[in-house]
């Protein structure tokens, strides 16, 4: 599975962005799909996580409540969906898929992973 992550940019506090994470394959509706991010300086974080079917998601709590991730699997995309944006939300963001059967927040349980696209929220 090959992943294009797209939608990044420049946004000011309280604006809102929406990611896409196209992939390759059809084997895309068979991995759950997870977006990371990672700031300058910091390790990769887990922000968002969707089943296979879409009909399960798993969030940070520190976007709990302003992103939304959903996907496509006509389309072979998921999305995050980014509101009310903080500037400690600025990092470049990246998608990836798991073949595990259970959602999970560990890079680490992760087989394929996107370019990155940056995120920059201005105060």
């Known amino acids: 599975v090959q992943l294009q992550a797209s939608g990044g940019g420049l946004v000011q506090a309280g604006g809102s962005l929406r990611l896409s994470c196209a992939a390759s394959g059809r084997t895309f509706s068979s991995y759950a799909m997870g977006w990371f991010r990672q700031a300058p300086g910091k390790e990769r974080e887990f922000v968002a996580t969707i089943s296979w079917s879409g009909s399960s998601t798993y969030y940070a709590d520190s976007v709990r409540g302003r992103f939304t991730i959903s996907r496509d699997n006509a389309k072979y995309t998921v999305y995050l969906q980014m509101d009310s944006l903080k500037p400690e939300d600025t990092a470049v963001y990246y998608c990836?898929?798991?073949?595990?059967?259970?959602?999970?927040?560990?890079?680490?349980?992760?087989?394929?992973w996107g370019q990155g696209t940056l995120v920059t929220v201005s105060s």
């Open positions: 990836a898929a798991s073949s595990y059967e259970t959602l999970s927040i560990s890079r680490y349980e992760y087989d394929y």
